[in-house]
């Protein structure tokens, strides 16, 4: 927050008055002046300038309207989130379809989607058949998504991420589809990715 009236500890500052005119390098005691001559504030707007610029204004309404712009970037800014959808190396064709279906919903809604292949005790020598698994769901969800990540190795575990096509508007969330459940962590461009896993 900048410094206001008295709080500005500077012998001059570059004067801003109340209607924008530049009044060029004043003494704070002149621009303070001037300020409570119109009934308003003295606000240090460029501290880091010499003299630092000040301007006259009214400090609530400037603090309000920071407040509002703060709040309106706030609703602008997206939550990047990554859904799991997690799947079995013998899946019937209609629960992949349903998986495919919830993959589909969550690229829709502008997410992206992690889609695992767990495998359990020997299962884990069908490993081309995950990548086969994981192919065809990327060919189901084709004309919604990008292959960020294909076929890569978690463990026992067989993933792949697939981002939101380019120039796709998302969709509003709607409520959860049967069978997608699960806790998220939320992922903004720079930090941790909000998961919510399907069943």
């Known amino acids: 927050m ?13 004067l801003i008055d109340h209607e924008g005119k530049q009044l060029g390098v004043k003494p704070i005691d002149e621009a303070m002046g001037l300020a409570r001559s119109v009934g308003m504030d003295l606000v240090e707007v460029s501290p ?3 003299p630092p610029v000040c301007k006259v204004m009214d400090f609530g309404k400037y603090k309000y309207e920071l407040n509002k712009k703060s709040k ?16 079995r190396p013998k899946i019937d064709d209609h629960d992949f379809d349903t998986k ?7 690229l829709e809604e502008g997410h992206r989607v992690k889609a695992i292949v767990m495998f359990k005790g020997r299962e884990v020598v069908y490993q081309d058949f995950g990548k086969k698994l994981l ?16 076929c890569i190795s978690e463990g026992r575990n067989l993933v792949s991420i697939y981002a939101p096509k380019a120039g796709v508007v998302p969709k ?23 998961t919510v896993e399907t069943k």
């Open 48 to 50: 880091s300038a010499t």
């Open 100 to 106: 495919a279906k919830h993959a589909k919903t969550f």
């Open 72 to 87: 309106e970037n706030k609703k602008k800014q997206r939550t990047v989130v990554t859904k799991e959808i997690k799947l």
């Open 2 to 14: 900048p410094r206001v009236n008295e709080k500005i500890r500077v012998r001059e500052v570059r």
């Open 135 to 150: 192919e065809r769901l990327a060919l189901a969800i084709t004309e919604c998504c990008t292959v960020e990540k294909s």
């Open 172 to 194: 509003p969330e709607a409520k959860k589809a049967d069978g997608a459940e699960g806790a998220a962590e939320n992922e903004p461009e720079a930090a941790p990715a909000e």
